[in-house]
């Protein structure tokens, strides 16, 4: 820890704490467990590289398994929190640390149920219509034949998820009605966290 | 069909023609005209072409990543039948504010500007009245056509808001506005290039003087300090690691119980550390005279007599003098020089006053907490949308493992089905035999339940009354066969107590509930019952002094002891409980059933055992001091035991637990039956209850209340000018009026903060019909507008 800490230089450090939720030693330790993804030869800059997707997944708080029952949100919180051009949802130092930042304890319930909505929305058309829902009980249910709802039941589910948060009835979820359902459950915000 | 185009045009214009508020009878004709016109054009095509509306609708927005919301990328018009309107309209759609709040830059700046700044003019909540759309007004300015150029202007405008607020707010915003790091870290930097231009300041509202920037200097340090504390207080927690090896592992259920019995070793931390300070040591410091001590046999640990009677631990100890008081004479007889330094103490006040605000502390800090926990678990109207809650919220990030991971999504899928399931036998109710079947099936249920409490407590009763026989006979037998007879009554009580709720599950079990959910409150009550009614029994026999005991002489000492023994024989138990409940079943499912399933790691039952071991030390406080110490180690040697046991055997349970929710119930339940029971156990004991001749703090004296009432005699006879401070028990404390006249306050509160709940109730009501009114709107001018395109179409 002392090492890294000597890598990242304090202007930058005090920067970050600022602009994230997280304090120094997460930092720190963020650091560390990001330059262990990079090859030696690229550690002593990793505030600038940016590292692909592949590598982020090996992570173990993201990582998949042969079995295939990881995280099931992973490609969609890389594909959220990558700030590449190219599309290819590599993901650098920064981006890294607004995942932490995000899903950390101090942030906002405000801030989660925005990054929620944005992970939830697999078509990025800025709402949750019924494909996005169906998408999302499939991740939650998990990949197996038998976990899976039948379709009838994934419809009703669909129609009740709908008929209880679409207040304005347009057959999709916009950002504000997502955000009225999370705040009647008090248990997103212990939910939506990923310590390192 | 191309009558009506003209006929709808008309009618808006109408209206906004007025110029005036439509009064009420106006309004009225207007609905219904609206109304008639949708049902003219409404069929089952609109909703074909709505749906198609929607999907396309998808497609263009696609093209729009979040930095760039207004590139207007052309659209490829898809196959059939098409207009050019159709692009125009889908672009319209796709751009629609309710659809890029979340994404463009410049909206979402501006609407944190203007949280933020409507943060800092108020002080307390806004009435609903003050409600505003400030927080849209610049989306007002976003126009369809908008080019980069426009943007940029936006974003400008944007930027120049930020400045006007002061640099505290700033960062705060900053650090709450949903950008990437790197665009915030642009914006930062663009901020502070153009606050260093001095042609900006005088834009800017921050006031040039230097007492002003003096004053944002010290915020700012004052802020990175408190950070930079918060952080060490962050680290410095206790068991930090290990609770987030429990929640990574087994997600926010178990977690709880681990964090009720850290709040509970905290409580006790406190209780402990107050009677040390202000009796325990003093007591040790100024030891009475002790006859013939009794031999120490590792046996005292288990029954708490025998060498302990006459130690720190029990209230026999404690004398009932002023403890170094110059005017006694000293004992050796020298002429030792009076010390300067000589602070006389008065015990039995110290005694009476700490145990009071030992449980004074704890009631507020309990206080605090349920408060604390029911602003963050009871929302208004948060009875619907179940379905919904679980399926965005149901997903616990913190679990990592894989098999944990395997286990949570098969956990959700039952959940879901289960809640499906629900709501199909809601939507068909149950036939008429069948719902007298399930009627009388509970209600056998419940009368077996009740009558083995009965039973539960007419057993302990019957049999401490042939314990007390017992010792009787074994007073002339040897000593082990003495501390046997002590040993008996706990024993029989915690057995009871680790058994029944074995016995309540099955019930369960058999009683097939309608909801999970139901089922827990259901088994929470019945176990809490059985615990509650038998530590009644209890109270009634320490207080009318049947007590199997050692030391007739101070009874005190003997309900003390009795306690410790029940404290330590509830630890052995849960050890027992844990050793056989969750190790040996899982050898037997592995090794004998070959299953892969391990035990379910019980919350509730654990919980109610932390709670009724609560109980117990709230108690014997009075009777033996040093009992919040034997909790702590208690509780904490239970940490580690349970937290290995649950390690190594346990899998996370599959029932549904709310977190919030239920840790919410569970410090309500600490409050009202177990403290709340102490509280009144431990005040009937001060107020009413004489205190032994020989021993004790008190000997002597009619109640222990009387210390107090002598306190205040005399301080009123030393100086007449604090006579008013005699006023303060007798009118406030002993007089009754006092209290209902509190009681009636309070129901007053009561009763207005639920009339302020139900209009709250029907303000959301009438908001969301009022939402539902404006897609239905949107939906009306999205049909008109296609259909005055098609109109054109036609004509050209």
Redesign the interface.
Known sequence: MGGSSSLLPQEALG???????L???EILLAYKRFSELLPREQRENACSVRVPKSQILTL??L?P?P?R?????QHRICHV?S?SEDGDDSM?F??F??ML?V?SDAA?S??KS?????I?DF?????L?GKD?EK??NC???QGEE???SSI?ME??IR??LE??D??????I???E?QH????????V??????L | MSRLPTVTLRVPENTESDGREPSPDNEGALHSSFCQLIEEQSSLVAGAIEMELQERGREPSALLPPPHPMATTGLEPEQGEQHPGYATTLRILANMPSRTIGRSRGAILSQYYNRTARLRRRSSRPSLQQLSLTARSSLRHYDLESDPAHSTLADKQSLLELLSLPPAQRSHMLLEVPLSLEEKRSLRRQLSQKRSTPGLRAHSADPTSPCAWCQDCIVLGCRTFWYRFLALVHTAQPWHYALKQIGGRFGSSVLSYFLFLKMLLMLNIFSFLLLLVFVVALQAAYPPAVASPRPFTGLEFLTGAGSFTHSLLYYGYYSNTTLNDPSASSPSGNTSPPRATQLPYNMPLAYVFTIGASFFATCILLMYSIYHSFGKSYHVGSSTGVLAIKVFCAWDFKVVQRRSVKLQSENICTQLKELLAEQRLRSCPLSLPQRLRHITVLLLAWLLALGTVLGCVVAVHYFSEHMHVQEQGAAAGSAWQQEGVLLALPLIVSLLNTLMPHFYNLLAAWEKQDSPGAEVYVAICRNLLLKMVVLGLLCYQWLSRRVVCSAKECWETCVGQDLYRFVVMDFIFTLLDTGFGELLWRLILEKKLKSKQKPEFDIARNVLELIYGQTLTWLGVLFAPLLPAVQVLKLLLLFYIKKTSLMQNCQSPSKPWQASHMSTVFITLLFFPSFLGAAVFVSYTIWSVKPSETCGPFQGLQTIYQTLKVWVELLEESNPNIAWFSWIPQYLVENTIFLFFLTGVVLAIIYLNIHVLRGQHRIIRLLEEQIANEGEDKRFLIRKIRSIYEHKEHCA
């Open positions: 920067e970050y704490q600022e602009l994230t939720f304090n120094k030693q173990p708080e990582r398994s079995s029952q990881a995280n099931p949100f929190f700030t650098s920064e981006d640390l607004d930042s899903f906002t405000d801030i925005r990054y929620a909505f944005r939830f078509d990025d058309d800025g709402v219509d829902l999302l009980v939650l249910t998990g976990a899976r709802l039941e009703q589910l009740n998820v209880e948060s207040i304005d009835k347009d057959g999709t916009n950002l504000s997502f359902v999370i705040s009647r459950s008090p248990d997103f212990s939910s939506f966290k990923i310590v």
